[in-house]
């Protein structure tokens, strides 16, 4: 079954949104995306915000850290980085984290239906260097910290409620998040060299209070079966990750994103981006710079999101500071490249309700300060 075929009815912007790789070939392992001609062209010249896009697409700013969001007298935080897109009647809002140690935390945006700015606020405070995170399927957003046995929150995107820290889902150095509504789980990175990837499944779903911490088992290899085994002590007093034996070291796991029975997560230490298929129970590598053919177009690899076409956005930490789309054919090619900012990472990519506008950040901006973060949009004919 062609993957974009089957994904075509997911809905867009959600932590359902189709993906790409290689799943729906069927059981056998394929190879790993190669370089090739990306389905929206070449990308042109820069334009004023020095951004290169191809043909038809636009970008703008929509915030600079430490001054106030476009329209409102909210002051942006420092070190954007993960970041998702919620419905919010006829227009949406924005979620970013905020990466610094201490007093991270997160803020939003809030959107009219034509994309104007119409508000701007925090919505976490007091926490430390929350990196990336997820969306959850009852719109809430999941902010982790990125620091030795680090916490969960879960937090509101209309900051109508106030965060609630989730000690069940473990202390460790937390990076991102992605929701399985099918089975009812959520999975887990960790940003360590020899870190691990989790799934925490609640008591009761759409409670995260308590629940099972597990840990994913396998051998060495880069493809094949998996099973999971039950953290004894969610609570981090010995490291999460050398609790159970067999437990599968990745090198420095950052993204993290769930499609129908796919969960992709990246490790920025091997420049991987890797699939675990559910419903088989295997995993399996989608891109590895390492077995590319010719000058590999995707390094830093971080963050990913994907849109309704199956195409999988992958944003470089470093690199090219590109971020790159892998096809539902197994093709990587550059999307788009932000120049001047070569002290910086992309972060935080989300496609609003209507998958016409892509958000992310540059983290430390023109400046390579966190102080300097530029958080900005695209719009264009993405693909339906």
Not at 26 to 49: C, E, T
Not at 138 to 148: G, K, M, P, Q
Not at 196 to 215: A, H, K, M, N, Q
Request: proline share 5%.
């Amino acid at each position: 079954m062609e993957r974009r075929s089957f994904l075509r009815g997911a809905v867009i912007g959600t932590s359902a949104a189709a993906l790409g790789g290689t799943l729906w070939r069927g059981a056998a392992i394929a190879a790993p995306a190669q370089p090739g001609a990306g389905p929206y062209g070449a990308l042109g010249a820069a334009d004023a915000n020095n951004i290169r896009l191809p043909a038809g697409f636009t970008s703008r700013v929509i915030a600079r850290s430490g001054q106030p969001v476009t329209g409102t007298s909210y002051t942006w935080h420092s070190a954007p980085d993960g970041g998702a897109c919620y419905a919010d009647g006829t227009g949406w809002i924005y979620v970013s984290n905020s990466e610094i140690d201490p007093s991270g935390g997160a803020s939003a945006v809030r959107f009219s239906a034509t994309g104007a700015i119409t508000g701007a606020y925090r919505i976490l405070s007091g926490t430390r260097q929350n990196c990336a995170g997820g969306k959850t399927p009852w719109n809430t957003w999941l902010s982790c910290e990125e620091v030795d046995r680090g916490y969960v929150y879960e937090t509101d995107p209309w900051g109508a409620k106030a965060a609630v820290r989730r000690d069940a889902m473990g202390r460790f150095k937390h990076e991102a998040a992605a929701a399985d509504p099918v089975r009812k789980t959520i999975y887990l990175t960790e940003d360590t060299t020899d870190g691990c990837f989790y799934r925490f499944t609640p008591t009761i779903w759409g409670d995260l209070s308590s629940g099972r911490l597990e840990v994913l088992v396998a051998g060495t290899a880069t493809s094949g079966p998996v099973t999971w085994k039950t953290v004894p002590d969610p609570t981090g007093a010995t490291a999460t990750r050398n609790q159970v034996s067999g437990a599968k070291r990745f090198n420095g796991g950052e993204g993290c994103y769930y499609a129908d029975d796919t969960c992709w997560f990246t490790t920025k230490g091997d420049n991987r981006v890797w699939q675990y298929n559910v419903a088989a129970g295997t995993i399996e590598l989608a891109y590895d710079d390492s077995l590319v053919s010719g000058t590999a177009p995707l390094t830093g690899v971080d963050n990913v999101t994907g849109s309704s076409s199956g195409d999988l956005f992958v944003s470089e930490d470093g690199g090219n500071m590109e971020i790159c789309v892998i096809t539902p054919n197994d093709v990587v090619a550059p999307f788009l490249r932000i120049g001047g900012q070569s002290g910086s990472e992309i972060t935080g990519p989300a496609f609003s309700p209507d998958g016409k506008r892509l958000y992310f950040s540059s983290q430390r901006g023109t400046s390579g300060s966190s102080s300097a973060g530029i958080t900005y949009e695209v719009t264009g004919p993405f693909r339906a």
